[in-house]
């Protein structure tokens, strides 16, 4: 039986190492199910650090480097390319460009299959963005391009892929500008949608946009980078739910999620995730780099997990106990270890 939203309290947190697992269960032959499986090239084995503050971490294993079902890997890549973006955008703001996200989204109902509206609402953006209509529209508002990223969450009406965009323009944009272009860009959306057949979009919330200050603050106080990077990593408001909430669900148990997210996989397996306007990093210039806080903690490397050693780890799915027994210091780690060492003798 599917959670309901207001249950979902009750289950229980769990780690990203755990969903990372109950994934690895669900997909066989996706790349999430060898994560940090094999030892990178050149290394004897792989190290594992703490800091001051009690964290543990592994390097030298090879990720999987999946955005869509790994929740270990696509949260760190996800990371990463918010602190890109957000550095776009500052450049862009600080030479007096606009700066508003786009949201895009349509009507749709719970028989609505993700792969069939998935595939329409890749057709509808391309439509969108095509024609004599949409050439005008780039023209009139100087639009030098944009950053997008399309996501899929799941609710009473079913699956409902929808897009984010932060859209650049050569000047800035002001309240009232803002309202005027919704307006022509939900016109050529509901267009575009029709052509396609998706359903109408809702005036009021077919075409969504919010603006930015002329502060880079503000850009990242609202979250423009964050929400465009890491959208299927937040949680989904109302009812509805993001691809890892269905996860966690599944890990509590629920088999409906575990198809719900298989399903998602399966649809959106080797897509890309971020997509740049050609021409648009030439258009904006070099991005803003924020400098890099000192950190206050070191890293200390505790040990090197012999590859033996990390085959019995990978075998027996031990890394969040590993992680665990790192966090309390190198005496605990080697006897973690050395307690593996005799299960295998005994075994």
Not at 112 to 132: H, I, Q, Y
Not at 158 to 184: M, Q, V
């Amino acid at each position: 039986m599917l959670p309901q939203s207001q249950n979902r309290k009750q289950l229980p947190a769990f780690s990203r190492l755990e969903l990372r697992e109950a994934a690895q269960d669900l997909l066989p032959g996706f790349a999430v199910r060898r994560c940090q499986h094999r030892i990178a090239y050149g290394r004897e084995g792989v190290d594992v650090f703490s800091d001051t503050t009690g964290r543990a971490w592994l390097e030298g294993a090879v990720p999987c480097q999946s955005v869509w079902t790994c929740p270990s890997c696509a949260a760190r890549i996800a990371d990463a390319r918010a602190e890109d973006v957000q550095g776009y955008i500052d450049a862009a703001l600080s030479k007096g460009h606009g700066v508003a996200l786009v949201t895009l989204t349509f009507a749709h109902q719970k028989t609505d299959l993700l792969s069939a509206t998935a595939a329409a609402f890749s057709k509808a953006l391309k439509v969108f963005k095509s024609g004599r209509a949409a050439a005008a529209l780039r023209e009139k508002w100087g639009i030098l391009g944009e950053i997008r990223a399309v996501e899929a969450t799941h609710g009473a009406n079913g699956w409902h892929p929808h897009s984010h965009a932060i859209l650049f323009t050569d000047k800035g944009l002001r309240a009232a500008d803002l309202e005027i272009l919704r307006g022509e860009m939900f016109d050529l959306w509901a267009a575009a949608c029709k052509k396609t057949g998706l359903g109408a979009p809702t005036a009021a919330r077919g075409v969504d946009i919010a603006g930015a200050k002329h502060a880079g603050g503000y850009v990242a106080k609202w979250g423009f980078a964050t929400e465009l990077t890491r959208g299927h990593l937040k949680k989904a408001q109302g009812a509805g739910r993001t691809p890892w909430q269905i996860l966690a669900d599944y890990a509590a148990g629920c088999a409906r999620s575990g198809r719900l997210f298989r399903e998602f996989a399966q649809q959106f397996k080797g897509k890309r995730q971020l997509f740049y306007s050609h021409g648009l990093k030439k258009a904006i210039g070099k991005p803003v780099k924020k400098p890099k806080q000192k950190r206050l903690d070191f890293k200390i490397r505790l040990t090197t997990v012999s590859a033996l050693d990390w085959c019995l780890i990978v075998e027996w799915r031990l890394f969040r106990q590993l992680l665990h027994a790192a966090a309390g210091g190198r005496e605990r780690l080697e006897a973690f270890l050395g307690g593996l060492r005799w299960q295998k003798k005994a075994a």
